[in-house]
């Protein structure tokens, strides 16, 4: 492995993006050091429902490219799910018609079909992607990074210049907002509610446009994840027993079995939500280089790969 000054990156950020990141980077041989105010199992990351599917992120284009690189890696990776944390699960996105989908969508997505009555009382689409266990999945890239040679530290930062290297990726999420700064980037507050699994097997995903919610379940192997809120510019990471409880009675809704589900814990996380997602090289004056990556809303984990692969080149440019 290289080691000369000038190959020196530290990633900021250890959420799936900065570790994906930094995991691409020290792969390709060069020398990572990851800074990261926290560790990856108390980011915004590791609450994450973990759907692959490609959700509110500009631009459309280049997500749609970013997702599929992701897609190809989650399927290797769903080979060894206790491992990864990476499972590929049928389940039903409600609401949507195979012909509002891109054909990307179609051509890429293995089985992809409108659900049936039986399976979605309302229009649907049936589909088997990729279902990630954020704890397990955020501990094995944490791994893959240390085996590559890369260096983890719990360092926080109060403005980038403080990342003395040549390559510094801003992978810091909602971070940004402050150490950029950059006031596009705000938070979506999420609330989870985490159940023991009554038997539930599939995924689902409801939207209630005259409501303004989304319903989300999704099976882990030791529990049930419920959901959500969309709570735009608010940055509360306490859970709200209203908002738990109503997201218990609109899943309950569309799988009864779940309303007696014992209730095992409560989760929040902060969306980064930007307008578009930041990819890109800034020259700084001194000669280093800042790339930033950041901006993915609640789509990180479904364009994770795609991004980390660009923002490498970027840095080596």
Known sequence: MKTERGDDVIVVGSGVIGLTT???????????????????ERTTSAVAGALWWPYRIEPETLARDWALQSLSVYEELAARPEETGVRMVEGVLGESRLDEQGPWVAARVPGLRASTPAEYAGTGLW??????DMPVHLRWLRERFLRAGGAFEVRPLTDLTEAAAPVVVNCTGLGAR????????????????IVENPGVTTW?????????????LFPQPDRLVLGGTT?????????????AAEIVERCAALRPEIAGARVLG??????????TVRLEREPLPDGRVLVHNYGHGGAGVTVAWGCAREAAGLASR
């Open 22 to 40: 930094a995991v691409v980077l020290a792969e390709s041989g060069r020398r990572v050091r990851v800074w990261a105010r926290e560790p990856a």
């Open 127 to 132: 589909a088997r992607l990729p279902l990630l």
């Open 178 to 193: 402050d150490l950029v700064p950059d006031p596009a980037v705000r938070p979506v507050r999420g609330q989870l509610v």
């Open 204 to 216: 689902l995903v409801s939207t209630d446009a005259a409501a303004g919610t989304t319903t989300y």
């Open 231 to 243: 709570d735009e510019d608010d940055w509360s990471l306490t859970p709200d027993p209203a908002a």
């Open 266 to 275: 409560h989760r929040v996380g902060l969306r980064p939500v930007r307008g």
